[in-house]
């Protein structure tokens, strides 16, 4: 998961594909999280913020901008979840917040580098001059 990991077995067996509340993971109890996911999680609730404040000025009908708006709860739970792991961090020792920080750098460095097995699939470019026969494009 973005943010963390999912515990709910039919949707840790589907890959994610198998979410029943759309990847609002941070609102079912089946979400877990951890330290190494901070950053993420601080970009998350800066991305919602922003969003937040975009949508509250672009002209659009109230119907479909409040579709697209977070939701004071899910901007409240992302701010309580990154309280909650700084406090935590603040709870440490100065040896102990090194020794999780080193950790974290190789955690989130692997977690770049690794697969975890799940596919991904490219969309195919556009073919951006149609007119072209079919024999005349590129396979």
Known sequence: MPYGLCTEPSNV???GHDCLVRFRCVGCQHFRTDVS???DLEA???????????????????WAKS??????????????LVKRVRDDLDDLTD???????DAVTVVRRTRQI????????RQDLPDLRPERPAHDRPE
Do not use: N
């Not at 998350?44 to 109230?62: M, P």
């Not at 040896?95 to 920080?101: A, F, G, N, P, S």
């Open 67 to 80: 579709e697209a708006m977070p939701s004071d709860e899910e901007i409240t739970r992302v701010r309580r």
């Open 13 to 15: 067996a589907a890959g």
């Open 95 to 101: 040896e102990d917040r090194t020794q999780i920080k």
């Open 114 to 121: 690794v697969s975890l097995g799940l596919p991904r699939v």
């Open 44 to 62: 998350y609730l800066a991305d919602l913020l922003r969003s937040r404040e975009r949508l509250t000025a672009f002209a659009a009908d109230s």
């Open 37 to 39: 996911y901070l950053p």
